[in-house]
């Protein structure tokens, strides 16, 4: 339901991936393999049910993430020691990794969230395992800057909402 944002949809996600595997189970070579094999069905199936055009629709530039992240690492401060003392929610990283691009996203999610190796992520996703490693690094950056930029908006509205009409307390 992570990437469908719709029990309904994960559900029909998760049925066309089982009628896929069972139509071409003659093509799984290693039945050892078999959870990477039905990840990259279903991978395939929320790719061809366009998943991914709604998500690039609610993405925030790569650019302002990265931004965002060189902020938090050129400080002083040990912001990163402050950001995991606040002890992240879920429900913050899932919102962050909404923000992220989905190939970045999609890489630090089976790797950090799901426990796949790398050379199993390079195999569900068709890319080559160097290509694996680039994007979790790169998608780590991305999801510090947008947990970051989720922090400092959500304060942001706080400060706004504690003000009255003619910008003082209430």
């Known amino acids: ?24 189970f003659d093509d799984l070579r290693d ?23 709604t ?8 650019t302002r993430l990265e931004e965002a992240h060189a902020e938090l690492v050129g400080t002083d401060r040990d912001v990163v020691f402050d950001e995991v003392a606040a002890r992240l929610t879920v429900d913050e990283v899932h919102a ?14 089976l790797h950090d969230i799901d426990g796949f190796k ?15 490693m680039s994007r979790i690094s790169r998608g780590r950056r991305l999801l510090a800057g947008a ?13 706004a909402s504690r003000q009255g009409p003619q910008g003082g307390l209430r």
């Open 1 to 24: 339901m992570r990437r469908t944002g719709a029990r309904a949809d994960a559900e029909d996600a998760v049925q066309d991936t089982c009628v896929r595997a069972w139509v071409g």
């Open 118 to 132: 790398y050379h199993e992520i390079a195999e569900i996703l068709n890319v080559p395992i160097g290509t694996v």
């Open 96 to 109: 962050a990794l909404d923000r992220v691009p989905d190939d970045f996203a999609t890489a630090v999610e």
């Open 31 to 53: 039945s050892a393999r078999v959870r990477a094999w039905l990840y990259r069905i279903l991978r395939t199936v929320l790719s061809e049910t366009g998943e991914r055009t």
């Open 147 to 159: 947990v970051v930029a989720g922090r400092a908006a959500s304060s942001s509205s706080t400060t």
């Open 55 to 62: 998500r690039r629709r609610q993405l925030v530039s790569i």
